[in-house]
DNA sequence: GCAACAAATAGATATTTGTCAATGTGTTTT
DNA sequence: AAAACACATTGACAAATATCTATTTGTTGC
């Protein structure tokens, strides 16, 4: 596989902010609705409403609409390819380097 | 394992960053010294040090000095812990929601 | 259609981040 | 000791990000 940079970045965007770890901790025991996990961290609307989109857009949370709520949950096909990268990136191949000895 | 989520936000902040997936495709190939790594990248010697510094604040990477070089590798122990903190993150445990249904 | 509700979008702002030029620190070489 | 080299640190600045308030969009139930 050859690993694209900037999707890269997109992925794993969604774990470097300490609110939206605390929203994948919460989707750990199952689908939630916004308004559920709204309750749980302390920011207002519009703001979960910008980490929900990050998380979307790494595609390791998918959200669906189900009438006038969304629901989100993991999605074990981006987490397989978030962790799917982490391996490549951090597979050891090659020699030590002697280019400056 | 109980997630810090300040500290995961540090790990995965190492790869979102174009420049600094970049870099860690390029120790994949095994110890690189900051000179070779700044001949491949298009940034200027400061900017390679701030992303170094990041990368190894992770511990994904890890630095030695050896005399007025600096060696960098991948940390197969930083690794290792942002695969257990990723997969703690996305599996799935619980029911589904009903809270508004 | 209208009121109530849930979520998204827009606009504003403070903070963080990535970048560079200039300088400082420590090591090697002459 | 002085010069050269490799890297880190500092300070400045532009771009990106996280956050809020206000508003808009879309859905449900009267």
Redesign the pocket.
């Known amino acids: 596989m050859n690993i694209d940079e900037k999707r890269t970045a997109i992925i794993f ?1 969604a774990l ?5 770890v605390k929203i994948l901790k919460l989707l750990g025991t199952g689908e939630k ?3 559920k996990i ?1 309750e749980e961290l ?13 998380l979307c857009d790494s595609e390791i949370v998918f ?1 669906r ?7 989100y949950s993991i999605s074990e096909r981006g987490a397989d390819q978030a962790k799917e990268i982490l391996n490549e990136l951090t597979v050891i191949n090659g020699e030590d380097c002697n280019c ?1 000895k």
Chains 1, 2 share one sequence.
Do not use: F
């Not at 470097?16 to 939206?20: A, G, P």
């Not at 609409?65 to 629901?71: N, Q």
């Open positions: 965007k470097c902010d300490e609110n939206r609705c916004a308004c709204l302390n920011v207002t609307q519009p703001t979960l409403s910008h980490h929900m989109k990050i959200g609409k189900e009438g006038k709520w969304m629901y400056c």
